[in-house]
């Protein structure tokens, strides 16, 4: 499995190897993790998605449902490698028919997202995926969200967890799968 052994470290390595710090973004006092060099450089893409899906199997999920934004790149390649749909969690006011939403808090800030409210149907299997995990409440509102739209969480994978942040303490009863924690 990707998030054990050496195989796992080695995935680690490579993503902190392409990860760049841009210090005071989105605000003064905030250092953002920039991913982009990772998903620039495709052979490394490649083995972190590759990676992630043999971590929770090929037919261990029915749909992938990816956050905003920089979630999308991640679930339309794993479920590209997989063979499976791919579903956006958007921002509020950006799905064009009827939504379900939900508010949270962030790290700087607070934001409202939304799925299609026929997005999922009733037990489908859903791996969630995103960048970061920092305080867990983007990941908290989208788990609950799906499952409210019908959704089963089959798994929630991240590149990357802040864990100086205690994203797990909020998100205590969910199986969480980090590539890498600094």
């Not at 005071?24 to 052979?43: E, R």
């Not at 995926?129 to 089963?152: K, M, N, P, Q, Y």
Request: aromatic share 6%; net charge negative; charged share 20%.
């Amino acid at each position: 499995m990707a998030a054990k052994g050496d195989s796992g470290e080695k995935l680690a390595a490579l993503i902190a190897s392409r990860i760049l710090d841009v210090p005071d973004f989105p605000k003064p006092g905030i250092v953002f993790k920039d991913l982009m060099p990772l998903f620039a450089d495709g052979a490394a893409f490649t083995e972190v998605i590759d990676g992630i899906v043999a971590h929770h199997g090929r037919t261990g999920f029915d749909v992938v449902a990816g956050i905003e934004a920089r979630g999308f790149v991640i679930a339309a390649a794993v479920a590209y490698a997989a063979g499976t749909g791919v579903i956006p969690v958007r921002k509020a006011g950006k799905l064009p028919r009827a939504t379900l939403s939900a508010t949270y808090a962030l790290e700087y800030g607070e934001a409202s997202i939304e799925v299609h409210a026929d997005a999922f149907t009733a037990g489908q299997r859903v791996l969630v995926v995103d960048d970061v995990l920092a305080t867990g409440g983007t990941a908290e509102a989208t788990l609950g969200l799906i499952e409210r739209a019908g959704g089963s969480i089959a798994g929630f994978s991240v590149l990357l967890e802040l864990e100086f942040l205690n994203a797990r303490q909020r998100l205590s009863n969910r199986q969480v799968h980090a590539l890498l924690k600094v």
